[in-house]
């Protein structure tokens, strides 16, 4: 029995710090963000400059700045978990899906510049945390986003201290702002050791971009190379090894990406609640008819199970653990569960939920490319039979 009561409890809870760190964040989105967003049209993705300004500041001094970039350059230096609590909470608002609390807490470079020497780290990352603006990833391309070890078919060809690149990259987010990118291309064979990784100034004689319309009023781009010299001191880790690169941000990436549609889901899922409480039909409120519960039931236990897949994917990947085949479940887990989620919350405001006076038809779109991107469901799907039945 003394055993038994000694054993430690608790393992689940988040520690106090992290406690405080969402409930923090949350209350700043609920009595700064949300009412500034609240005069927005209805499908922006940007604040007014004087608006986003005043914001950004204020996060800077409660210390919500980049929450994912190291401290020692100017962002929280947050761990994995602590990037999922922020990036849920961040997402509770009308551009949540795609520009997190609006973007008052500036925007993380990728992870990826952390790993160039002191030069780049100091030209192209303490600088972009400086700025708050975001910086594009290129590595999806017509032939293939989901498999670039094989897809990749822009090139990279070395002449004396420059590489010039040629080709195209597909669904590009934040080309047209960006003042540079990190580019995955190919300098030898096929597969994925013969791929580099390259840092590119977005105004390089050359490169030019053009909108994709999609089903979000926040488009991607496609972006084109016509002999773009890039300086061999740009390329990010030796040549050959952007493959690596490649995956390790992209596993990680995946699993605050997790997070964010599970605050989305979560909001919609109280707001629902609290119309379900007030909207009477026929004599009773929506709240006391059995097929509204059960959304409402259901959509809370998926939720809750997709939380605790997330959680546990940033738990693992904290201790340090390869997190692929977690960071995959997530991924599938959360996006369809919101998709889900937000579906049922629709339904249960009836005409009003498909009306642009709430977010809901607005994160009924955006969730839906949530599927697709950061992997499709059917190759994370793959991923994962392959780990427990085995490669044929």
């Known amino acids: 029995m003394e055993d038994q009561l000694a054993f430690p409890t608790g393992a689940w809870e988040l520690p106090e710090e992290l406690q405080m760190l969402r409930e923090t964040v949350s209350r700043f989105m609920r009595e700064q963000v949300r009412p500034v967003e609240d005069k927005q049209p209805h499908d922006c993705y940007e604040l007014p400059k004087e608006e986003l300004a005043r914001l950004q500041s204020s996060a800077r001094q409660l210390g919500l700045w980049c929450p994912a970039s190291p401290s020692e350059y100017g962002g929280i230096g947050l761990s994995l978990l602590g990037q999922v609590l922020v990036a849920e909470e961040a997402a509770k608002c009308k551009m949540g899906a795609y520009v997190p609390a609006c973007g008052a807490f500036g925007i993380d470079p990728p992870s990826v510049i952390w790993l160039g020497n002191q030069e780049q780290i100091q030209t192209y990352g303490i600088a972009a945390i400086e700025s708050g603006k ?14 670039p070890a094989r897809s990749i078919t822009t090139k990279a060809t070395r002449r004396g201290d420059t590489y010039v690149i040629n080709g195209s990259k597909m669904w590009i987010t934040a080309a047209d702002n960006a003042d540079w990118g990190i580019v995955f291309a190919r300098t030898g064979g096929e597969g994925g050791a ?18 994709i319309p999609v089903i979000r009023s926040y488009a991607p781009y496609e972006v084109h190379f016509d002999n773009v010299e890039v300086p061999a001191s740009n390329m990010l880790g030796a040549e050959g090894e952007g493959f690596a690169v490649c995956q390790k941000w992209l596993v990680h990436a995946r699993v605050p990406y997790a997070a964010g549609v599970i605050g989305i889901a979560q909001e919609a899922l109280r707001m629902a609640i609290d119309w379900a409480r007030d909207r009477k039909t026929f004599k009773s409120r929506l709240a006391d008819k059995q097929a509204i519960q059960w959304m409402i039931a ?35 887990t959360a996006t369809e569960t919101a998709g889900r989620v937000v579906d049922r919350c629709i339904q249960i405001f009836g005409a009003l939920g498909i009306a642009r006076e709430l977010p809901l038809e607005r994160w009924y779109r955006e969730l839906r490319i949530k599927r697709i991107g950061e992997g499709p469901s059917e190759v994370h799907r793959m991923v994962l039979a392959r780990h427990l039945i085995g490669r044929a």
């Open 194 to 211: 013969g791929i580099s990784c390259f840092i590119v100034d977005r105004h390089s004689p050359g490169l030019t971009v053009k909108p």
């Open 298 to 332: 259901d959509s809370e236990m998926e939720i809750q199970a997709a939380r605790l897949l997330t959680y546990q994917a940033a738990w693992r990947g904290d201790l340090g653990h390869d997190i692929k085949i977690e960071a995959s479940i997530a991924k599938v």
């Open 134 to 147: 975001k910086n594009f990833v290129a590595i999806s391309e017509a032939s293939g986003g989901a498999d």
